[in-house]
């Protein structure tokens, strides 16, 4: 394999866009920290409001942190003011098509798809597909149905190129995870744990999780043997419980670092924490 550049895939949700009432103070001290993680590939699930006045927020970010936006995705439910945006920086990668949605009427929020190649490629040798998404917080069997929809990505499909990387907020710990329940308020149980039928709950909810891993996609902290800071558990005085719901997980790349960003000054700013990736493209 000949060197190649390494590329930054960052993931953070926001929180309501970083925009509180008319204070803008939580977005402008996001982009501070955005900018000096320094992304290649950006995912921002939650960019509330960023569409008023002809998009400004989302242009204001994409100049503070000298990147292009690929995408601006209006979630499903809700009252249309919810996005999940992709960015991209034009030096590093070329934006192959028109990014699209995918199952528009299976994603509470959606699930952007848009495919790339390492700029100034002369083939699509290098190309890979990007997802971004947002997966529901409703319950365990609402993920299950949307993970399903992102399976085929996990390994070789037709149309698509042979490498894949998924960057959102999954709502979906690791597999491995472990809950105090005690520590959660009873009225959010069922958010994250099995319910059964006759209404009582069962242990933590990884069937998203693991339908996406058992379909060839792998968690980087896996294949990398290390473990990361979790991406919640720290923002809310009732719900102390350390999880990761967020994450960037790949299918055909060489992972080179995979880190959840902790700092005083990020963990003020948003109710979750930013996930970034260091990785390579297999050829």
């Known amino acids: 394999m000949v060197h190649q550049e390494t590329i930054r895939a960052v993931n953070w949700n926001l929180y309501l866009g970083g925009v509180d009432g008319g204070s803008e103070e939580r977005m402008h001290a996001q982009g501070d920290i955005l900018a000096g993680l320094g992304p290649d590939l950006l995912v921002m699930p939650e960019c509330s409001w960023w569409d008023e006045q002809y998009n400004r927020r989302l242009w204001w970010m994409a100049h503070r942190l ?87 990505y996990g390994g070789p499909f037709p149309g698509s190129p042979p490498r894949a990387l998924l960057l959102g907020d999954l709502n979906c710990p690791r597999v491995d995870a472990s809950v105090k329940w005690k520590k959660v308020p009873k009225n959010m149980h069922a958010r994250y744990r099995t319910v059964r039928p006759d209404g009582t709950f069962g242990g933590l909810d990884v069937r998203a999780m693991k339908v996406l891993l058992n379909s060839g996609w792998q968690d980087p ?17 009732n719900e102390r419980v350390p999880l990761h719901l967020d994450h960037v997980l790949t299918a055909g790349v060489i992972p080179v670092a995979y880190e959840t960003h902790v700092t005083p000054a990020a963990d003020l700013v948003s109710d979750h924490r930013a996930t970034w990736l260091d990785f390579r493209l297999a050829v």
């Open 66 to 152: 000298g990147l292009t936006p690929a995408a601006m995705m209006p979630s499903r439910v809700g009252d249309g003011r919810n996005f999940t945006t992709m960015m991209y920086r034009s030096s590093k990668l070329t934006l192959i098509g028109e990014p699209d949605r995918k199952a528009t009427e299976i994603f509470r929020h959606v699930l952007i798809r848009a495919r790339f190649r390492p700029a100034g490629a002369t083939d699509d040798s290098r190309d890979f597909l990007a997802l971004g998404t947002h997966l529901s917080h409703a319950n365990g069997a609402a993920r299950l149905t949307e993970a399903s929809e992102i399976t085929d």
């Open 221 to 237: 902290a896996d294949v990398l043997g290390i473990s990361r800071e979790p991406t919640v558990g720290y923002y809310y005085a």
